[in-house]
């Protein structure tokens, strides 16, 4: 095997925080030990209100899925009581497809014959009033990981024209250095997600063969720098089905709820993709992570953390995700398109990163929420 950089290794251009919230997280991933838990074990997580880190691994344990309705039920009734009905809509826009990555399991990943583009602002432009026409006012900006191809101004100048057209911007982008999350904010940002993809740095550096995501403490660090960047909210999320699924979501709420106690102002959301197929490779999908386990994370992610935003992907179906909304996700995307442009009437320029699944537009979502006696909420947030 060819020589490559240590995964584990800063590398000159990127910023090292003094932190030992990566510590904690992997500290308690590597001792959580998902069989040792009982039927009793989960029985006394559900009878407490508040639930402690050890209820959290209770719930997320094998022992959990006979008691999923009771779960379910009670993650419902949290969701409730502190979203009430009502669920956030908002569509990604993926502007950029260009990567220096090579993650085996993206169909963005460098290696990857397939069409590349990049949207230029009068491109950008079109493609945030196409979304804005269908009444969202919510965007969620992605581009493939190339700081060659998507420099920081570029995507500062994106956040500049979403604000024209949208209350709310989040990004998806390759982490930064705090200063850059500076930047990005006073052009318009509101909240940064960074797929950890998996916490087992181990099967992290198997999976992530070159490029900067290849350094994993960088990336594990990436939404504190975010919140000391100045951003309102940040995301986590692991790519359950890449390595134990329950490690992995047990080390996403520990690191939603160790930033939340150091950064109480700050807004806490999760997503919980899993594998999907990818042009080229239809064999990546989520082996142990069924609809069942799927269902188990999320309403552990909301009895741990009532108060956090979670996002349900159009990864799933449109079965899974109008009932999931009607559980434990507060946030839904619509009219999604994974591929470079191609909202509304504008031509697609590039290839998409996966497979979708829930094709809806925003309005079949919009009445779909509805029926289900639910409540769109297309902004949460008024600037002054």
Same mark, same amino acid.
């Given at each position: 095997?060819?020589?490559?950089?240590?995964?584990?290794?800063?590398?000159?251009?990127? @910023?090292?925080?003094?932190?030992?919230?990566?510590?904690?997280?992997?500290?308690?991933?590597?001792?959580?030990?998902?069989?040792?838990?009982?039927?009793?074990?989960?029985?006394?997580?559900?009878?407490?209100?508040?639930?402690?880190?050890?209820?959290?691994?209770?719930?997320?344990?094998?022992?959990?899925?006979?008691?999923?309705?009771?779960?379910?039920?009670?993650?419902?009734?949290?969701?409730?009581?502190?979203?009430?009905?009502?669920?956030?809509?908002?569509?990604?826009?993926?502007?950029?497809?260009?990567?220096?990555?090579?993650?085996?399991?993206?169909?963005?990943?460098?290696?990857?014959?397939?069409?590349?583009?990049?949207?230029?602002?009068?491109?950008? @432009?079109?493609?945030?009033?196409?979304?804005?026409?269908?009444?969202?006012?919510?965007?969620?900006?992605?581009?493939?990981?190339?700081?060659?191809?998507?420099?920081?101004?570029?995507?500062?100048?994106?956040?500049?024209?979403?604000?024209?057209?949208?209350?709310?911007?989040?990004?998806?982008?390759?982490?930064?250095?705090?200063? @850059?999350?500076?930047?990005? !904010?006073?052009?318009?940002?509101?909240?940064?997600?960074?797929?950890?993809?998996?916490?087992?740095?181990?099967?992290?550096?198997?999976?992530?063969?070159?490029?900067?995501?290849?350094?994993?403490?960088?990336?594990?660090?990436?939404?504190?720098?975010?919140?000391?960047?100045?951003?309102?909210?940040?995301?986590?999320?692991?790519?359950?089905?890449?390595?134990?699924?329950?490690?992995?979501?047990?080390?996403?709420?520990? !690191?939603?709820?160790?930033?939340?106690?150091?950064?109480?102002?700050?807004?806490?959301?999760?997503?919980?993709?899993?594998?999907?197929?990818?042009?080229?490779?239809?064999?990546?999908?989520?082996?142990?992570?069924?609809?069942?386990?799927?269902?188990?994370?999320?309403?552990?992610?909301?009895?741990?953390?009532?108060?956090?935003?979670?996002?349900?992907?159009?990864?799933?179906?449109?079965?899974?995700?109008?009932?999931?909304?009607?559980?434990?996700?507060?946030?839904?995307?619509?009219?999604?398109?994974?591929?470079?442009?191609? !909202?509304?009437?504008?031509?697609?320029?590039?290839?998409?990163?996966?497979?979708?699944?829930?094709?809806?537009?925003?309005? @079949?979502?919009?009445?779909?929420?509805?029926?289900?006696?639910?409540?769109?909420?297309?902004?949460?947030?008024?600037?002054?």
């Amino acid at each position: 095997m060819e020589d490559r950089i240590d995964h584990m290794k800063y590398l000159p251009d990127m @910023e090292q925080i003094d932190s030992d919230i990566a510590d904690k997280v992997i500290e308690e991933m590597n001792s959580y030990d998902a069989d040792k838990y009982t039927a009793q074990d989960v029985k006394t997580a559900l009878a407490h209100d508040t639930k402690t880190v050890g209820d959290f691994k209770a719930l997320l344990s094998p022992a959990a899925l006979p008691f999923l309705e009771d779960i379910a039920k009670q993650a419902q009734a949290e969701t409730r009581k502190h979203f009430g009905n009502s669920i956030n809509m908002f569509t990604p826009l993926y502007i950029s497809n260009y990567c220096e990555n090579y993650c085996i399991y993206c169909g963005f990943n460098c290696h990857n014959k397939i069409h590349r583009a990049k949207l230029n602002s009068e491109e950008i @432009e079109k493609e945030m009033q196409a979304i804005a026409k269908t009444g969202l006012q919510e965007v969620l900006i992605l581009t493939g990981e190339s700081r060659k191809m998507s420099d920081v101004k570029y995507i500062g100048e994106a956040c500049k024209i979403a604000r024209k057209y949208f209350k709310v911007v989040g990004l998806e982008v390759y982490p930064m250095n705090s200063d @850059e999350y500076r930047y990005i !904010h006073e052009c318009g940002a509101d909240y940064v997600t960074v797929f950890q993809e998996t916490y087992n740095s181990d099967k992290y550096e198997t999976l992530h063969l070159a490029g900067h995501k290849r350094i994993y403490p960088y990336r594990i660090n990436a939404q504190e720098r975010a919140i000391k960047g100045g951003m309102r909210g940040v995301g986590f999320a692991a790519l359950l089905g890449l390595a134990d699924f329950r490690k992995d979501a047990l080390a996403t709420g520990m !690191h939603a709820y160790l930033l939340q106690r150091k950064y109480p102002y700050a807004e806490i959301a999760f997503s919980c993709p899993r594998l999907r197929p990818i042009i080229n490779n239809d064999k990546i999908n989520p082996k142990d992570v069924h609809e069942p386990q799927l269902l188990q994370v999320i309403c552990a992610y909301r009895l741990f953390m009532p108060f956090a935003s979670i996002t349900i992907s159009t990864r799933e179906c449109q079965r899974f995700r109008d009932n999931i909304v009607q559980i434990a996700a507060t946030k839904i995307s619509a009219g999604v398109d994974v591929g470079i442009g191609g !909202h509304g009437d504008n031509e697609k320029k590039g290839d998409e990163q996966f497979e979708i699944s829930d094709n809806r537009n925003v309005k @079949e979502v919009y009445d779909a929420l509805c029926n289900n006696g639910l409540q769109p909420v297309m902004s949460d947030y008024i600037y002054v």
